[in-house]
């Protein structure tokens, strides 16, 4: 007989993971709701020409892709960015100014799987479109952090690392790197820790950074600057313009009057391997460094443009569950069980009153509640309200000798032990009360 398996880097839903992925798309939803951002979702396939226009090399390795009944080439989404630029473009005129979307899609990647990384997972994505203000990337960053901290994570957990492509790039040729390899750059600094020194070292020269810039830039780029007097030593160190690094400074104003400075810090060395970016990156990482990102993102002020909309600025975010749900898991944050406990367990004591069981658990479902109740034929008490127990439920509605004649039950809370006996008809608004 055939034997199958979920493919290699999915996921299977049992009850205890779907609970868990409801609950933590119950977060992103809140807090993506009260900063102010609107749902949307879009197909899970598309075009494969879409990320190819600006994507970049990696994510394009990785797509998985397939030919259609009509000779179309498609491809299942690897990210959401691109087809929110394709939806924002669509309807450009007919949006009202700033856009503020929040998506909470699964996507695929044909990655290696490894700790942190699947081939099926799930990102929630909250995108700022119509403004170029540096308000709107401390808003994107500031709903991150809310989202981090409605989950029990603190900046001794977690912080968010800002750098900004606009300010590594005027490093970058400062440092002899010519503009049109300014790309290339960015996407070898990206795969800095995934490859060997030596081949690093190797490419990076071909880009015109020679040993002695190199270092220059290793050390400009491992500076974790908190401050606005670290920017200052950082420009008058390395003969850096103050203007070169001003764009970095206006966020770091805007983050502060949020008030989550504590929970940023500032790191050249984050460049970000997608190609679309133009300003401002940043990612959010466990503390020492022990997991992947548990997000990504920055400012992409052209890519709308290039999806024939008009010339629109933007800046959001992913925030993967895999490397989000591996912190909570580490640092203890993960609450015990969040499959939905039941308010009432329906239990039959007597076999006499098995006859009023079902309308009982009708009339009480009918009111909302979420009622649970035996598929065994005992009525010893002792094992039921195991089971009561089992389901966490908060009452036990007991059918005894008495029920089927007088119409009464017996409701025990299951939290103080205080039981009492109540009419049928009355038994809705007990428990509710
Ligand atoms: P990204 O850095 O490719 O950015 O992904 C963002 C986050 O998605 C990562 O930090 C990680 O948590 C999660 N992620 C990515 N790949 C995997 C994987 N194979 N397995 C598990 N989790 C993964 C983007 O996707 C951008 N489109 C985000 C964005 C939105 N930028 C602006 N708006």
């Known amino acids: 007989m055939a034997k199958f398996q979920a493919p290699k880097g999915t996921r299977d839903y049992y009850p205890a993971e779907m609970a868990w992925r409801r609950y933590l798309e119950g977060a992103w939803q809140r807090v993506s709701i009260r900063n102010g951002f609107e749902e949307v979702e879009g197909p899970i396939f598309e075009p494969l020409d879409l990320y190819k226009v600006k994507s970049g090399e990696g994510i394009v390795s990785e797509l998985f892709h397939f030919t259609d009944r009509g000779e179309r080439e498609l491809a299942i989404r690897p990210e959401f960015t691109p087809t929110l630029a394709r939806m924002v473009a669509e309807k450009a005129n007919a949006l009202s100014k700033p856009i503020k979307w929040f998506s909470m899609p699964n996507l695929c990647r044909a990655e290696r799987p490894q700790r942190g990384r699947l081939r099926e997972f799930l990102q929630w994505?909250?995108?700022?479109?119509?403004?170029?203000?540096?308000?709107?990337?401390?808003?994107?960053?500031?709903?991150?952090?809310?989202?981090?901290?409605?989950?029990g994570l603190t900046p001794r957990h977690v912080k968010v690392k800002i750098s900004h492509r606009d300010v590594v790039r005027r490093i970058l040729m400062r440092f002899g790197v010519a503009e049109d390899k300014i790309q290339d750059a960015f996407e070898l600094l990206d795969r800095r820790d995934k490859i060997p020194a030596e081949e690093f070292n190797e490419q990076?020269?071909?880009?015109?950074?020679?040993?002695?810039?190199?270092?220059?830039?290793?050390?400009?780029?491992?500076?974790?600057?908190?401050?606005?007097?670290?920017?200052?030593?950082?420009?008058?160190?390395?003969?850096?313009?103050?203007?070169?690094?001003?764009?970095?400074?206006?966020?770091?104003?805007?983050?502060?009057?949020?008030?989550?400075a504590e929970w940023c810090e500032y790191d050249m060395g984050i460049v970000r391997g997608l190609a679309y970016y133009t300003g401002s990156v940043f990612e959010v990482h466990e503390v020492s460094g022990a997991e992947r990102a548990i997000a990504g993102g920055g400012r992409y002020d052209k890519l709308i443009e290039m999806f024939g909309g008009p010339s629109t600025p933007a800046v959001g975010f992913g925030m993967g569950d895999v490397v989000l749900t591996l912190v909570l898991a580490d640092k203890g944050l993960l609450p015990d069980d969040v499959t939905p406990a039941a308010d009432v367990f329906v239990l039959v004591a007597d076999?006499?009153?098995?006859?009023?069981?079902?309308?009982?658990?009708?009339?009480?479902?009918?009111?909302?509640?979420?009622?649970?109740?035996?598929?065994?034929?005992?009525?010893?008490?002792?094992?039921?309200?195991?089971?009561?127990?089992?389901?966490?439920?908060r009452f036990a509605v007991i059918l005894d000798a008495k029920t089927d004649q007088q119409n009464t039950v017996s409701v025990k809370n299951l939290q103080t032990g205080e039981q009492s006996e109540t009419g049928i008809g009355e038994l809705v608004p007990v428990l509710k009360g």
């Open 125 to 151: 994505n909250v995108d700022l479109l119509g403004t170029d203000s540096p308000v709107a990337d401390a808003e994107c960053i500031y709903t991150a952090v809310d989202l981090l901290r409605e989950l």
């Open 204 to 260: 990076a020269g071909k880009l015109g950074l020679d040993q002695s810039t190199l270092e220059r830039f290793n050390q400009v780029a491992r500076m974790r600057v908190g401050s606005q007097a670290a920017w200052d030593d950082i420009a008058e160190q390395f003969a850096i313009p103050q203007e070169d690094l001003e764009d970095l400074a206006a966020l770091h104003e805007q983050l502060k009057a949020f008030g989550i």
């Open 351 to 393: 076999d006499s009153a098995r006859c009023k069981m079902n309308g009982i658990v009708g009339a009480l479902r009918a009111a909302g509640l979420h009622t649970r109740f035996s598929y065994k034929t005992t009525t010893n008490v002792g094992k039921l309200l195991k089971e009561a127990g089992q389901c966490r439920a």
